[in-house]
């Protein structure tokens, strides 16, 4: 079984400054992992997925996130935050077999704000 | 640019009534899923598809049913509506293949007196 934890329920930054955002999986193979992000009564929208290669994965918007094997993370960051950032963010893993497998597990999110 | 349409955006039902939310994708997708969003748990799946005709359970499955009539079609249908069952509910296709990207729909708000 998978699960993913993302520690902080709210986390408030001011317009500029830098953000991470927090995401621990447990999984008993490397799994694929995900940020999906959610504005304000939309549906979520991918910012970002990693896979394989280069723990680094660029994303939409300025954002990256970085995976750890040894930590089981995969962090969320951006270097410089704006006021439209704020919505919620949600981080999610997948067994890496994809097809039949391929169900998604998601952390129970992070509500950003940002304040001008 | 995928697109997941869903109806009604909203609705109310009362206790006890049958209600059907719809889905369709236009991204010929063969996986289909259907889930519920509620404070303080995240997204949680309920009934999933990986093509026409097919259907399985997710994690909290008790009290629906799903239709996966084509392949752009996933219906969700509570035949006995609660009010436990009072969310907000999001549908999403993905292709399956290597990292199942899952795109969303708008989501549908159910509101069940």
């Known amino acids: 079984a998978q699960s993913v934890t993302q520690p902080d329920a709210r986390v408030t930054v001011s317009e500029g400054a830098s953000l991470q955002l927090r995401c621990k999986y447990s999984s008993s193979v490397t799994p694929y992992l995900f940020w999906y992000v959610q504005y304000p009564r939309q549906g979520l929208q991918l910012l970002l997925k990693y896979y394989s290669g280069d723990p680094v994965v660029q994303g939409v918007n300025g954002f990256e996130a970085e995976f750890s094997k040894s930590n089981s993370s995969f962090h969320l960051r951006k270097a410089s935050v704006h006021w439209s950032d704020s919505a919620v963010y949600f981080c999610a893993v997948s067994p890496n077999s994809g097809g039949s497998n391929a169900k998604l597990t998601f952390g129970k999110g992070t509500k950003l704000s940002v304040k001008s | 640019e995928a697109a997941v349409t869903q109806s009604p955006r909203n609705k109310v039902a009362v206790t006890g009534g049958k209600v059907t939310l719809s889905c369709n994708q236009t991204?010929?997708?063969?996986?289909m899923y259907w889930y519920r969003q509620d404070t303080g748990h995240g997204l949680r799946l309920i009934h999933y598809?990986?093509?026409?005709?097919?259907?399985e359970k997710g994690d909290i499955p008790d009290g629906y049913k799903a239709s996966r009539p084509s392949q752009e079609n996933f219906s969700l249908i509570l035949e006995l509506a609660t009010p436990s069952q009072t969310s907000v509910y999001f549908c999403?296709?993905?292709?399956?293949?290597?990292?199942?990207?899952?795109?969303f729909g708008p989501g549908t708000r159910l509101l069940v007196l």
């Open positions: 999403a296709s993905g292709d399956g293949m290597g990292p199942d990207t899952q795109y």
């Open positions: 598809s990986y093509g026409a005709g097919s259907t």
């Open positions: 991204n010929n997708h063969n996986n």
